[in-house]
């Protein structure tokens, strides 16, 4: 099992760690790649996840039920934490709440339950995205727009191939085949990027790094353990959500607290050490599932 683990961890922390090296080195600037990736390949690759065959969207539905219930239950769990520890909760909340659930999440799933495993993931990263930028976005500005939600190019990417699968129409499979492809550059370019934000790490901060990065895991692991049996979920998706539950949090986060100027400095911090602490966490998810 021990041997599965790392077979299933390795790839994805060796390419962050070429990026944290690369990082290091040349401190490139990542932002046209990231934009890249968040309006061209990421897109392509939900689109052909879902338009790429026909599911059965009843499958999927207590699925996505239980991943928006990870989300916002983590959240509730989070809240005391705040108290206990004088963080804000607008600081702390959002990152336990709001997973890597694409630059780690996408290829987790894949690499732990292999290709028969994308869908699922593609939801669960779906419902964390329709989340964050709508619940998300208020959370931290009660006067945000919520109206814009229908130019974020991923959102659209699920509608569409939802509509393509639903309807039961079939691209013609070249084209197919070349939006698969560019989607393909999506996984390895996240975690790469990951790598890149690492090297900005900033100890002053470690403190609210060290809660965020171990209350992230654990309550999401919390709740996606008692929330699976209440939704009926069949053992794949049940271990694919306890995974989902163990995930960092997402760099979105700290993107999102430096618009609203939420403490980005802390919330930076609870975002890397988190990622870091997700080698650890992971692993025991992993055992978790596989055994």
């Known amino acids: 099992m021990l041997l599965r683990i790392v077979a299933i961890v390795f790839p994805i922390f060796a390419i962050v760690l070429a990026g944290w090296v690369y990082g290091r080195v040349k401190r490139p600037d990542m932002a046209a790649a990231n934009s890249l990736n968040m309006d061209v390949f990421t897109p392509a690759l939900v689109f052909a996840a879902l338009a790429g065959r026909s599911y059965d969207l009843r499958l999927y539905g207590p699925l996505a039920l239980a991943g928006a219930a990870v989300v916002l239950g983590s959240g509730l769990l989070g809240w005391p934490l705040c108290r206990l520890f004088g963080v804000q909760a607008k600081t702390l909340l959002p990152p336990m709440m709001f997973k890597n659930s694409a630059n780690m999440g996408l290829p987790l799933l894949v690499l732990a339950f292999g290709d028969v495993a994308l869908p699922g993931a593609v939801v669960l990263f779906l419902v964390t995205s329709l989340l964050h930028f709508s619940f998300g976005a208020w959370l931290l500005?009660?006067?945000?727009?919520?109206?814009?939600?229908?130019?974020?190019?991923?959102?659209?990417?699920?509608?569409?191939?939802?509509?393509?699968?639903?309807?039961?129409?079939?691209?013609?499979?070249?084209?197919?085949?070349?939006?698969?492809?560019?989607?393909?550059?999506?996984?390895?370019?996240?975690?790469?990027?990951?790598?890149?934000?690492?090297?900005?790490?900033?100890?002053?901060?470690?403190?609210?790094?060290?809660?965020?990065?171990?209350?992230?895991?654990?309550?999401?692991?919390?709740?996606?353990?008692?929330?699976?049996?209440?939704?009926?979920?069949?053992?794949?998706?049940?271990?694919m959500l306890l995974l989902f539950g163990a995930l960092p949090p997402a760099v979105l986060n700290y993107m999102f607290a430096e618009r609203y100027r939420q403490e980005p400095d802390k919330v930076a911090s609870i975002v890397l050490f988190g990622n870091v602490a997700a080698i650890g966490f992971i692993s025991i998810a992993l055992a978790l599932v596989l055994h």
């Open 141 to 239: 500005n009660h006067h945000a727009r919520l109206a814009t939600l229908w130019r974020i190019p991923v959102l659209l990417a699920g509608l569409g191939g939802l509509a393509f699968s639903i309807s039961g129409i079939e691209l013609w499979p070249p084209l197919l085949q070349a939006i698969r492809m560019i989607g393909e550059i999506c996984i390895p370019l996240m975690l790469f990027s990951l790598g890149v934000r690492l090297t900005e790490a900033n100890w002053h901060t470690a403190g609210a790094g060290m809660l965020g990065a171990v209350a992230t895991p654990l309550a999401g692991m919390a709740i996606a353990a008692a929330t699976a049996p209440l939704f009926g979920l069949e053992p794949r998706q049940a271990d």
